[in-house]
């Protein structure tokens, strides 16, 4: 079963028509990622589907259930799990704290007022499991605020990866990185969509993670879909070109 | 019967008027620079003890004209000293320095004017009634109908068709990108304070002729205020106004039908604001956030 | 602040409390001052659960204190209620308020949320003025005193003797804030941590804020309504001034002076108040000016409040 479906969404806001039409489904198990020029209304797609508003038309599916009616934490609840272009995390916890709120709801402890010693060694141990995967096991006691961009980026999509996640959703992770940080996150990346066979739908402009990670690609200009393929089919894809380029799509 | 629903109707828009003007200024300030000013009351107390000691000097017209203007002054000068450093903190301490501020305009007011009300000298001319059928009808309270409607007026007019105005109306919707334009927002937040702080000595003024002075009557109106912000609608400045008429025209009414809730009732329609529509009568979506 | 550090500070408090009514005479204080710092505390550290920990401002929590007050007297004075059952009563009356007001005003956020908190205390307030014939009116709620405690082994006389009622204060405070640290210390305590950190990381994270808010709402006004009642029982007495919006604002600067991140900032700032507040009342008229002074000097120059700037020090 097809794991996300957006069939025809669109979104008014007023007279500016940000996603015009746009259809794109995510397999199982698939990195999809979305590129396209500024302001094609890839973001706004992004709070589309996680649930900032409803579309304007058509219908957004998750695993068959049509979720247009859920609010963003419910979205959650089901397995969609995001990161935002501006990293989004607890800026006075620690790391581990950071890490063990999200373990914590993820195993359905929100309203727990007291925790077990057996519960809670397990909580730990997420905890410490997920610090490893993002190496970031020496740093975990030091504020999340106080840590490198690029630290920051790999503790967030820790917290989403915490959720348990069928879907995660990545917007621009590698935003405002050098070289080796964008190398970094990206080799996270790829391990948890081949080692945690997660599904990921990913948006970024640096074109060398794109076409290193993704399944298929999807290109977004003007709020509509441009095309979509295989890396190399969109490589070689003459429209797509024009888009980046600025001339008019043909 | 007639007259008394009348009397309590006219009674009801002079004070939906004062509350419309406080709660304009406070409406003005609170949109440009996320602060609740609590010490409005205080500066409409200020505005109203300056026009008391300048009277015998320059006389009710001067002091109508003046006391406002230097106490927008103290307003200006107070923003750039105490606020300004606030701006881009948690909203707590804008309300806090505010709340502070409140306390020490009170004291002071009674350090230097004493705790006891006292008189306010009206133009005797204007005291009169107006006409014998209508005695409520007297002309200080037209009079001052007469300059609210001006003020609010004018407020209105200096905000759609002055530059000053539009910086501000375009300041309330996005400051970030009004900055990036080259105007001063540090200056354009001050100028707004003031703007709002004049109100407020106008309203002081206003007021000390019909209820004397004490060094408490600005909390008395504070309160209302705030209602009215909230019962016309955050962000909308003639939801401010309307709120204000309105809560003041359900006083007026409950007033004479029913006195000891007088207080209570404009606490009732914000409740009931609240459950059927949250965003106020004309307030704008998402503002509240 | 490491554990220790932490471990040694919360005993010390502890050993102050304990001792208070002892020492304070020494300091030119009284017992009564001091079960008035340990109320206030209490008042100040449940605002500050929903203030400094889950970072929602309320700036209307002296309406929940004031039910309290006004719950316990009436019980005690109009159904002649032993203390326990009357304190129980103004809490059950102003924690179904808090639910009740708290659902309706929980979308909000920021500066509007804080004027609605501030609005609807002033309907309590005036309800309490107009409604002379149950309440007493300005006047306030007299003629009636706290009732010795009968604990069936022995009578505890909170009446007669201020140091009694000075540890049976006490005794209620620890039991708040045990239950207090108990949940901030919680999974439930850490999402409330989340959303002040971050609101839209807690909802993204799957968090329903709404709801808890409004819990986080109405636990901090249970604990302040537990507050009130010991106040009403503290002066034999309680009146309008419970109820109004500067009893608020004070509840809030106590918080903020003390060090609102910190559990027992809010106690500290209580007790440099409460005792400030006596100090110059006692010496001069205008202490309305000094106490707005300490709200001014605060928000400008220690925002962190004392145990902020304590911390800082011992970072360095």
Known sequence: MTLLQVRNASRHFGSLIAVDDVSLTVEPGELRAIIGPNGAGKTTFFNLISGFF?????????????????????????????????????????????????????????????????????????????????????????????????????????????????????????????????????RLIRRLHKQERLSVLLIEHDMRVVFNLADRITVLAQGRVLAEGTPDEIARSETVQAAYLGKAAA | ??????????????????????????????????????????????????????????????????????????????????????????????????????????????????????????????????????????????????????????????????????????????????????????????????????????????????????????????????????????????GTLLGGLLIGLASGLTAVFFPSATEAVIYVMMGLVLLVRPRGLLGEEGRMH | MNKAQRRAFDIAVWALLLTMPYWMGAIGGYTELATRIVVMGLAAMSLNFLLGFTGVLSFGHAAYFGLGAYGTAMAIKYLAQGTLLSMAAGIVIATIAAAIIGALIVRRRGVYFAMVTIAFGQVFYFIAFRWNVVTGGDDGLTGWHR????????????????????????????????????????????????????ERRARFLGIPIERHIWLSFVISCLFVSVAGTLYALLNNFTDPRALRFDLSGNFVIMAVLGGMRFFWGPLIGAAIFVALQDYISSHTENWMSA?????????????RGVLGILRGRSAE
């Open chain 2, 1 to 238: 019967m007639t007259q008394l629903i009348l009397y309590s109707v006219f009674n009801g828009l002079i004070v939906g008027a004062f509350y419309a003007l406080m709660a304009l200024g406070l409406s003005l300030i609170l949109n440009l620079s996320g602060v609740i000013n609590f010490a409005h009351g205080g500066f409409l107390a200020i505005g109203a003890y300056l026009a008391y000691t300048l009277i015998p000097v320059i006389g009710f017209w001067g002091a109508l004209v003046l006391a406002p203007i230097v106490t927008a002054m103290i307003g200006l000068a107070v923003e750039r000293a105490m606020i300004r450093p606030l701006y881009g903190r948690d909203p707590l301490y804008g309300l806090l320095l505010t709340f502070g501020l409140a306390y020490i305009i009170e004291d002071g007011t009674r350090f230097f004017w004493g705790a006891q009300s006292v008189p306010f000298q009206v133009p005797g001319w204007l005291t009169s009634p107006l006409s014998n059928q209508f005695f409520f009808l007297t002309g200080y309270r037209l009079f001052m109908i007469v300059i609210v409607a001006i003020a609010v007026g004018g407020l209105f007019f200096v905000l759609t068709y002055t530059r000053l105005g539009m910086r501000i109306r375009a300041g309330t919707h996005d400051l970030d990108t009004v900055s990036t334009l080259g105007v001063n927002v540090g200056l354009l937040r001050n100028l707004n304070f003031g703007i709002g702080i004049y109100i407020a000595g106008l309203a002081g003024v206003l007021a000390a002729g019909l209820l004397g002075l004490s060094p408490t009557m600005g909390a008395s109106l504070l309160m209302p205020s705030f209602v009215a912000i909230i019962v016309g609608g955050l962000g909308s400045l003639l």
């Open chain 3, 147 to 198: 009732m010795p405690i009968d604990l069936g082994l022995a009578n505890l006389d909170i009446f007669g003797n201020d140091k009694a009622f000075y540890y049976f204060a006490l005794v209620i405070f620890a039991i708040c804030v045990a239950i207090m640290a108990m949940l901030l210390n919680s999974p439930f305590g850490r999402t409330l941590l989340a959303i002040r950190e971050n």
């Open chain 3, 291 to 303: 106490i707005g002074l300490v709200f001014v000097l605060v928000v400008l120059f220690f925002p």
């Open chain 1, 54 to 186: 409803k579309p304007t038309s058509g219908a957004i599916l998750f695993d068959g259930e049509d979720i247009g009616a859920l609010t963003c934490e419910q979205r959650v609840q089901r397995g969609m799990a995001r990161t935002f272009q501006v990293t989004e995390i607890f800026p006075e916890l620690s790391v581990a704290d950071n890490l063990r709120i999200a373990a914590e709801v993820a195993a359905g402890l929100r309203m727990k007022i007291w925790l077990g010693g057996a519960i809670r060694r397990e909580i730990d141990a997420r905890v410490d499991e997920l610090l490893s995967m993002g190496n970031l096991t020496d740093k975990k006691d030091k504020l999340v605020g106080a840590l490198s961009h690029g630290d920051q980026r790999a503790a967030e999509i820790l917290m989403a990866l915490a959720l348990r996640p069928r879907l995660l959703m990545l917007d621009e992770p590698t935003a405002g990185m050098g070289d080796q940080e964008t190398y970094d996150i990206a």
